[in-house]
């Protein structure tokens, strides 16, 4: 088969209908379900904590009182003086509420508890993104590169990043074209620092043993970063970004494409280079650490053996409805050193602990189960209920691509999920930009904490349950990765169409000089983060989480004190209404 067995575990060849013997139990998928839930609750708390944090830090420092203009509410919502341009009124800036479609409700009567609403709204958007992205968005994304013979590393860098990132991208292109503020990249600062932080720091609190980091990729997806972060500082530093500074940010985004695509040699030359920092694979296997060849439609699984039978732990997760394409995009050396693409029969890879990982679409369950299946846990059947309305509505008018009956429908698919994504992302701007004018916070502000916290909901989860797997490299590669996208595509694209192709030789203006102050924050955060994890080893444990987590507490403290003008008159402070 053409693999060295000393650098991966012993392959034994199975027929499909060995490998469905493999499938998980009951007990497996409800660990798995239970580590979901872990993630998305601890997400939550941090979202709420997050936005107390922001409204008692706005009246500490009485950021009402330094607003010199008050525009008022119609009995419809709409604002009398709120202007549908840009241009700064009084001493402060228009809210971005006055470009969006009038509100059912008054200000005072938004203040007296019926802001509530708008909050369950924007809640029900981040599910509705959830399910469009991962069970339709994703999946298509899956067959076009499939069609379009792409390597693994290379339909990573571009579809399969562009489906994790939609919910960024889409608010990138709604601030930039219709509430025409900064709201986008506030979302896609707050993503990065939330991916880079937050879910390392997850990873690391929630992983049951320390796990070892391979330094090549870890190294290639902080430095790209880095570039990608101080090219957004340079564009920003004027508050102005104009067409070929643009273009810039897409071409070095084409530049990583082409570093993908010889991700294989350049990762070989750098082990034979430097061996000295390259893990011993057989360290690696004692430890549990071991990386798993992806294949374009492979889901991944992980299960005891026979003989260990219900004894594994909750850290042998069953991730099988892991999009592992999805993490792929960052995929570490020995995930692509030994592919096969063309190799279509099923193997289990054995390391000496005994566990079994499986690689095959059928193996892993074949077609979804019906999103019509009720629950038979109360607490998920709870849920169901919640997201039924958004499960038939996509059920209805999108078709199921990872089924066989559709799975010729892609094109229609892809499409319909770029509507649905468009619509629930407009919803989910204007909602959290109604929260943010009622409560009186920069829109910049909603877009650094809860758009950013609630879009990279998903991304937390598949990176702590692959943490959980032992692959540390493809948790820290996603979280790391994943913002390359979001700041040279998510904001490099709308950028160039609105300046060179809109309004020629027009200019995007950045209202907020506190987000330059922010993403300079954000540079020195990936240098500090590289130095933790190289005092601690580059292994991936509690105590990187701890440090992790209490960094981004700090940063998103600094980044919102920029944005309140508190260290200084770095914007103009957003009109708030009465």
Known sequence: ??????????AVHLSAQHVRQLLPTPARRVRRRKT??????????????????????????DVERITRTVYTATGTGNLDAAPTNTSPVGNCSPPAIGRFPGDLFTQAQRRQGAVILHVIA????????????????VPALERISEGLRLQPDVAGATFMAAGSSAPELFTSIF????????????????????????IVGLCGLMVGTAITLTLWPLLRDCSIYLISVAALVIVMYDEQVHWYEACVLVCLYCLYVV????NRQLSSEFSRRFPAATVDPQN????????????????????????EGDAATDDQIWSSDIRKDRLSKFSAPRQTQEQNAAEEVQFLETPPSGAVTTHSDEAVGGEPESPFSVPSQPWRRVLWVVGLPLTALLWGTVPDCRRDRWRRWYPVSFLMSVVWIGVFTYILVWTVTVIGFTVGIPDTVMGLTLIAIGTSVPDAISSVLVSKEGEGDMAVSNAVGSNVFDILVGLGVPWLVRTAVVQTNSVVPIHSGGLVYSAVTLLSTVLV??????????????????????????????????????????????????
């Open 1 to 10: 088969m053409g693999r060295r067995t000393c650098d991966r575990p012993t």
């Open 36 to 61: 979901t839930w872990q993630v998305s609750a601890a997400v939550f708390l941090v979202l709420w904590g997050v936005l107390g944090v922001v409204v008692a830090l706005r009246e500490a420092f």
């Open 122 to 137: 924007s809640l029900y958007m981040f599910m509705a993104l959830a399910i469009i992205c991962d069970d339709y968005f």
């Open 175 to 198: 601030g930039v074209f219709i509430s025409q503020d900064d709201i986008g990249v506030g979302t896609i600062v707050g993503s990065a620092v939330f991916n880079l932080l937050f």
């Open 259 to 262: 570093l993908m695509y010889f």
């Open 284 to 307: 690696r296997r004692q430890s549990g650490q071991y990386e798993k060849t992806p294949l374009m439609k492979a889901g991944f699984a992980s299960e005891k053996t026979a003989e």
């Open 529 to 578: 983060l590289l130095f933790i994890m190289w005092l601690n080893r580059w292994r991936l444990d509690r105590r990187l989480g701890v440090i992790c987590s209490c960094l981004y507490a700090v940063f998103i403290t600094l980044a919102t004190l920029y944005e309140l003008n508190v260290f200084g008159h770095f914007s103009l402070p957003t009109c708030l209404g009465n």
